[in-house]
């Protein structure tokens, strides 16, 4: 190129350059007003499938960030489940030891400082979440239950109800962590 141009300025031809001038025109000078036309609609059909992948794109990566801060925040609400759960036989200890020791024909006593440690670790398991179920006397649930065993009750009432609880069932933030195993009537 800048051989031709030094060519050019050495000859003094100036047609040369106007030619050459020519031939960098756009390509839209020289097409007929069809091909502008059909060269637009494809201009526009290719502008309009980038903008749809786009979007979807766009659509792909705002549903990506909603979906990480909800798995986020059910893992910090859930993070503590397994620590729970370990707490879970020692409450049931504690629960056991205090019903024989309020029994009045019980020999046994609970001191203040085991009542005093009994009721602190129920609140702070309380403030993180964890509640305990109450199923005594309601009507079996599956979904909550877990049937143990099943006893002849008298009263029409009481069938298909709870009419015992053997291990406590507890929930952790509204999610079960474990399910209350029970005596039912029939």
């Known amino acids: 190129m800048f051989n031709k141009i030094r060519n050019m300025v050495k000859k003094g031809d ?4 106007e030619k050459e001038d020519q031939e960098k025109e756009p390509v839209n000078k020289k097409l007929g ?3 502008l036309e059909k060269h637009l609609l494809e201009t526009e059909a290719e502008l309009a499938e980038l903008k749809d992948k786009y979007l979807r794109i766009f659509a792909e990566f705002d549903n990506y960030k909603k979906r990480t801060v909800k798995e986020r925040i059910e893992l910090m609400s859930s ?8 707490f879970l036989p020692i ?11 309020d029994d009045e ?4 006593s609970i001191s203040d400082g085991v009542l005093l440690v009994y009721n602190k670790m129920h609140s702070v398991l ?3 979440g964890l509640k305990s179920m109450d199923s005594e006397g309601v009507v079996f649930d599956p979904e909550l239950h877990e049937a143990i065993s099943e006893i002849p009750v008298p009263d029409e009432d009481a069938k298909g109800k709870v009419f015992d609880t053997v291990e406590k ?3 952790l933030n509204e999610k079960i962590i474990r399910h209350a195993k029970v005596v039912v009537g029939k």
Do not use: H, I, V, W
Request: net charge negative; no cysteine; proline share 3%.
């Open 14 to 17: 100036e047609t040369a350059t």
């Open 33 to 35: 007003k069809k091909e």
């Open 79 to 86: 993070a503590s489940q397994d620590l729970m759960r370990s």
């Open 91 to 101: 409450l049931d200890d504690f629960d056991r030891a205090k019903a024989l020791a």
């Open 105 to 108: 024909n019980s020999p046994e």
């Open 126 to 128: 309380s403030a993180k």
């Open 169 to 171: 069932g507890y929930y």
